[in-house]
């Protein structure tokens, strides 16, 4: 199982057309999706050395018209061609799209305490009812 390196990106205003690096391994582009991918090398250090170049190669052919938004490394399996047992088998047409995640959440710092249960009507209705209790039993007859 190899991983593909993806780069997501927006348009800054100024909008046009994508410039593409080149020189890629299994380079695509997806413009619907704002999307580029390619396969790294299977050795983590020139893999990790391409992809800084990637990222270099894009902001220098994009400086003013596009930035990257996000920049994700997925692991994509090769598709096993299939069995052929005997009479008509048609080939799939499915690809190994990956979705587009979702952007990455950010937190101010600020953490909200869990919502604990509002006890504080239960513990009214107790009192009233000991309130009531106690003046019915704590009066003493008189005669």
């Not at 396969?39 to 893999?47: M, R």
Request: a positive charge; aromatic letters at 8%; charged letters at 20%.
């Amino acid at each position: 199982m190899a991983d593909r390196y993806y780069v997501y990106y927006s348009s800054t205003g100024s909008g046009g057309t994508v410039a593409k690096p080149s020189g890629y391994s299994g380079f695509l582009h997806n413009p619907d999706a704002k999307r580029m991918s390619f396969l790294p090398s299977s050795d983590k250090s020139k893999g990790q050395e391409q992809i800084g170049k990637f990222i270099q190669d894009f902001q220098r052919l994009n400086t003013t018209k596009f930035k990257i938004t996000n920049a994700v490394s997925q692991p994509v399996s090769q598709p096993k061609p299939p069995v052929v047992t005997g009479g008509n088998v048609t080939p799939g047409t499915g690809g190994t799209e990956v979705p587009k995640p979702s952007p990455p959440t950010t937190t101010t710092g600020t953490v909200t305490p869990e919502k604990k249960e509002d006890n504080t009507l239960l513990y009214v209705g107790i009192a009233i009812v000991a309130v009531i209790v106690i003046a019915k039993f704590g009066k003493k007859k008189r005669r």
